[in-house]
């Protein structure tokens, strides 16, 4: 239960094309996801929280016009990096918030995706 | 100083070992502390949960907490080549979609050698 999927996997795109990562929880409501982006060897880094229906909140740093995050409904965030270029090379991961604790997972915690590879050449 | 320190290792231990992992943490405000075991190329993976201070056991895992202290451990008994992964633990101050913002240790590397 509590399962969190991410859409695609891996992708690989030119500088100065945009990619959009989906992020679903796939037997649960989430009213809020999180975005991560992780560096090789390093923790992972909180860039923005999505509410369902509103905007994200975007920590601080975290460029928000480069970084578009829409949480159009309880099971589907999508993260857009626009203009991509070749330090945004990362791995991005989501997690969804199983506030109702629903699908067999514990309420109130952060249930994460597989992760996307993005490689921008 | 960073709100939450965990040594990267790399760990090598023989199958069947007992692992020790530790973090501290400098917010005293930290109610919420987890353990994460995260593969290579994959999402992390919630394995403990606790609440404040004490022990939790899970199977062949235990987690402490003493808040006192500002430190965080997490136990592996009978170590197994499959438990090999980075383990990363986590803290926040609340639960909840808004208030439940994870704060992260850099993880540490685990390697069980048969």
């Known amino acids: 239960g509590a399962v969190v999927s991410q859409h695609p996997s891996r992708v690989i795109c030119k500088s100065g094309t945009s990619v959009k990562i989906e992020c679903r929880s796939l037997d649960f409501q989430a009213t809020t996801m999180f975005w991560y982006r992780q560096f090789p060897k390093q923790s992972l880094m909180l860039m923005a929280t999505s509410n369902e229906g509103s905007k994200a909140t975007y920590e601080q740093g975290v460029e928000k016009d480069k970084f578009l995050i829409n949480h159009a409904s309880l099971t589907l965030s999508t993260l857009t990096v626009t203009s991509a270029h070749p330090e945004d090379s990362s791995f991005y991961i989501c997690?969804?918030?199983?506030?109702?604790?629903?699908?067999?997972?514990?309420?109130?915690?952060?249930?994460f995706g597989p992760g996307t590879r993005l490689t921008v050449l | 100083q960073k709100e939450v320190e965990q040594d990267p290792g790399p760990l090598s231990v023989p199958e069947g070992a007992i692992v020790s992992l530790n973090c501290t943490y400098s917010?005293?405000?930290?109610?919420?502390f987890m353990w994460y075991r995260q593969y290579s190329r994959k999402g992390p993976e919630l394995l403990m949960y606790t609440y404040s201070s004490g022990n939790k056991e899970d199977g062949r895992f235990t987690a402490q907490v003493d808040k006192s202290s500002k430190y965080i451990s997490l136990f592996i008994r009978d170590s197994q080549p499959s438990d090999s992964a980075t383990y990363l633990c986590?803290?926040?101050?609340?639960?909840?979609?808004?208030?439940?913002?994870?704060?992260f240790g850099r993880g540490t590397q685990l390697t069980v050698w048969p």
């Open positions: 917010n005293s405000a930290f109610q919420y």
């Open positions: 986590a803290m926040s101050v609340d639960r909840g979609s808004t208030l439940g913002r994870l704060y």
């Open positions: 997690s969804a918030d199983n506030a109702d604790g629903l699908a067999g997972g514990l309420p109130d915690t952060q249930y």
